[in-house]
């Protein structure tokens, strides 16, 4: 299906047109692919803000439960140390049971950022409770975080998005975290009142958990796209082919209505004996010789002559030897005239030559050459013959007829006085 450049395209030969529809399929294909990854990742970073949000709700969940019951004591000896960050007014920070055990009191705050360390550990997810005035320093808001708390003041309840950190892609999502009763004997000294907004509550996703599942999608779209994309272009060929063909059988159907027109055109207006033009081909040039002599004011002059005494020559010798004598006379005046000269057969023995931009006197010099030069020649079978010339220059109220009886009327003075001569009227 390639195309030799340097040759003259046709976009509607079955090569080019059947490589655009290949070129157009690809694009196609190529677009279809693309818009489906497009989607799929977007799909893929929607089921990521879920999971996210799934983080979020379940830790709010339980810092709830946390809070409805005043926080929860764990013993002090088992990798939680007391919170150094409850104020003085939360009494019983820490109490001893009568068989000696140490329990430390876990508040909303401190458990949330035990199970956060806990998740970052063993799932790569990390969150954190994070403030602009936080207790904890370690609680300071980054930039991003920053932004967001700002935004919840001016009324947004949820921010998400795609951030990249030190090469890795993240989802992180952040709530804000509503000052309620409950919280108010952690955070009354910040000056915190019932429905402020204290900080949020922020998860930080890996996408790489994702990329397995994305890439395996990636895989399947490839594998259906390329299977799509061979099963057209395999449609394409075959239909290509069958094109080809038909336009084949069209190409050679024309060529041989070409060939055929070109024979009949020849048999139409070529005399079949001599080669030279016939009676209707000659008075059709005559008549655009005319048109052309009028509109420049070039002249134009015409040579009638036939051989003499031909009858005899049939009679004689048969019409085989009149033949050849017609179609050697015919080769030696075609030898004889200028490419643009008109040479043709009136029919019998009679010829004509039409001289486009000549007048009557150069006509008759070139009539005299070929009497001369056939008079001379010697005929197979039958030895010398000659013929009778008449000359006429074409005037502007001349037609195509009267242009020819003055020549042909020459012809006649010139047997009449005698034959094998020129003269002109």
């Not at 030799?4 to 059947?18: D, E, G, L, N, V």
């Not at 309620?180 to 952690?186: A, N, R």
């Not at 029919?347 to 150069?362: P, W």
């Amino acid at each position: 299906m390639l195309i030799r450049f340097k040759q003259k395209i046709s976009f509607t030969h079955p090569r080019a047109y059947s490589l655009l529809l290949a070129f157009a399929w690809t694009g196609v294909i190529a677009v279809s692919l693309m818009a489906s990854i497009t989607v799929h990742r977007k799909e893929i970073v929607t089921i990521a803000l879920n999971v996210a949000r799934a983080y979020i709700d379940k830790d709010i969940l339980y810092r709830n439960w946390n809070a409805l019951h005043g926080g929860f004591y764990v013993v002090a000896d088992k990798g939680v140390p007391p919170n150094p960050y409850l104020p003085s007014t939360v009494q019983e920070r820490d109490v001893i049971t009568p068989s000696g055990r140490h329990l430390t009191l876990v508040n909303p705050a401190y458990m949330t950022r035990q199970i956060y360390e806990l998740a970052q550990k063993e799932h790569k997810t990390s969150g954190r409770i994070t403030s602009l005035k936080p207790l904890r320093p370690e609680n300071k808001a980054d930039a991003w975080e920053e932004a967001a708390l700002q935004d919840f003041e001016r009324g947004k309840k949820e921010i998400s998005s795609i951030v990249t950190e030190e090469g890795f892609r993240y989802m992180r999502l952040i709530r804000p975290l509503i000052t309620e009763e409950s919280c108010l004997p952690c955070h009354l000294h910040q000056g915190y009142k019932k429905g402020d907004i204290r900080g949020g509550i922020s998860i930080k996703l890996p996408m790489e958990i994702f990329e397995p599942v994305m890439r395996k999608q990636v895989r399947l779209l490839l594998a259906g796209h390329g299977v799509m994309w061979s099963l057209g272009l395999i449609g394409l060929y075959i239909g290509y082919m069958g094109l080809r063909h038909r336009t084949e059988e069209r190409d050679s159907a024309e060529a041989e209505l070409k060939r055929v027109n070109a024979i009949l055109e020849n048999q139409a207006t070529t005399d079949s004996l001599t080669g030279i033009c016939n009676r209707r081909k000659f008075l059709e040039l005559l008549q655009m010789k005319i048109q052309e002599t009028r509109r420049y004011a070039m002249p134009l002059a015409l040579i009638f002559f036939d051989i003499d005494h031909f009858k005899s020559v049939n009679d004689t010798y048969g019409h085989e030897t009149g033949d050849h004598v017609l179609q050697e006379l015919s080769s030696i005046v075609a030898g004889m005239i200028r490419q643009t000269d008109i040479f043709a057969r009136l029919g019998g023995e009679e010829f004509v030559i039409l001289m486009h931009n000549n007048d009557v006197k150069t006509g008759c010099e070139l009539a005299e050459k070929i009497r001369s030069n056939v008079c001379l020649h010697s005929f197979p079978q039958m030895g010398t013959v000659t013929c009778s010339f008449g000359v006429s220059q074409f005037y502007p109220d001349d037609t195509a007829e009267s242009f020819i009886k003055r020549a042909d009327n020459a012809m006649y003075v010139a047997k009449q006085a005698g034959r094998n001569r020129v003269e002109t009227l």
